[in-house]
Nanobody, 123 residues
């Protein structure tokens, strides 16, 4: 089992940047595929990005490709989401999640979730 805690959210102007962190506690962080999801008000939670166990393979939603970068540091039990060129439509609560399937994009494919961190992008 793993516990996840996100941080780094906040208020930023359009075009700005934020880096989210997700610290994991528990066993064998490096054995988990890690993902980031987001949920805007009134909308369903959606996939943003994922990274495999070693960090050598990443995958992004089309809406963030080229602007967001997911990375991980297994020595620090932490996964990151660097968000650049932010847009108002990126406003959402961002969640990190841990799973086992390196192709996972659906919510039910991830076993563990953090509590979320709010990102607000002003125009």
């Amino acid at each position: 089992q793993v516990q996840l805690v996100e941080s780094g959210g906040g208020l930023v102007q359009a075009g700005g940047s934020l880096r989210l962190s997700c610290a994991a506690s528990g066993r064998a962080f490096s054995s988990y595929v890690m993902g980031w999801f987001r949920q805007a008000p009134g909308k369903e939670r959606e996939f943003v990005a994922r990274i495999n166990w070693s960090g050598g393979r990443t995958y992004y939603a089309d809406s963030v490709k080229g602007r967001f970068t997911i990375s991980r540091d297994n020595a620090k039990n932490t996964v990151y989401l660097q968000m650049n060129s932010l847009k108002p439509e990126d406003t959402a609560v961002y969640y990190c999640a841990a799973g086992f399937d390196p192709t996972a994009q659906a919510i039910n494919e991830y076993a563990y979730w953090g509590q979320g961190t709010q990102v607000t992008v002003s125009s």
